[in-house]
């Protein structure tokens, strides 16, 4: 059975920090990956998502990384802002259906 | 494009009230799931469905029931509410993948509390 850890479960980090959050996954034979980030009281918007055949994904200030035989994706934030504080979710799929983690909370402090 | 739209966004029943929530999307997104997300339990699967006219079971289907008769509807009913249900519901959707690599587009969440 498919089980995903996010560690850690909150992170507070000054402006400006480069920061690395951590997704684990149990089962490698996952097709994808897919970042997703939470602000408080809202829904999920979709950050990344990373294909098993790539090992990268990059959009902005965000890199995600994907190492399937380890069972680990890294969301990596460049030059964190205070906007960037909110819940980041790693997802992925057993059949049809996502896997999720239980999220890091990040703070970054102006 | 909307995306993922649901209503309501709140509602607040009582014990052994009924209702549906409604999820609706224009995308033609083949797949459609429901999730309820609780402080330390993170999102867990309801129901979903992989196409017009099917649904199965996820991880915690007990006490909800769900039906997906035009492709862009999924509705999620609640026959008789109870306060374990209180939280807040996702709804989202896939398109259909030859590559099994299926990207999930969030709805806002219904927030519901049982009294």
């Known amino acids: 059975k498919q089980e995903v850890t996010q560690i850690p479960a909150a992170l507070s980090v000054p402006e400006g920090e480069n920061l690395v959050l951590n997704c684990s996954f149990t089962d490698s034979a996952i097709y994808n990956l897919q970042w997703f980030r939470q602000d408080p009281g809202k829904g999920l918007t979709s950050l990344l998502l990373?294909?098993?055949?790539?090992r990268e994904q990059t959009s902005g200030r965000l890199n995600a990384s994907l190492d399937k035989s380890s069972g680990r994706s890294t969301l990596y934030i460049a030059a964190s802002q205070p906007g960037d504080s909110a819940t980041y979710l790693c997802?992925?799929?057993?059949?049809?259906?996502?896997?999720f983690g239980t999220g890091t909370r990040l703070k970054v402090l102006a | 494009n909307a995306g993922v739209t649901q209503t309501p966004k709140f509602r607040v029943l009582k014990t052994g009230q009924s209702m549906t929530l409604l999820c609706a999307q224009d995308?033609?997104?083949?797949?459609m799931y429901w999730y309820r997300q609780d402080p330390g339990m993170g999102l867990r699967l309801i129901h979903y469905s992989v196409g017009e006219g099917t649904t199965a079971k996820g991880e915690v289907p007990d006490g909800y029931n769900v039906s997906r008769l035009k492709k862009q509807n999924f509705l999620l009913g609640l026959e008789s509410a109870a306060p374990s249900q209180t939280s807040v519901y996702f709804c989202?959707?896939?398109?259909?993948?030859?590559?099994?690599?299926?990207?999930?587009?969030f709805g806002p969440g219904t927030r519901l509390t049982v009294t």
């Open positions: 995308m033609n997104h083949e797949y």
């Open positions: 990373i294909q098993s055949s790539q």
């Open positions: 989202a959707s896939s398109p259909e993948s030859d590559s099994l690599v299926y990207e999930q587009y």
């Open positions: 997802a992925v799929p057993g059949g049809y259906k996502y896997i």
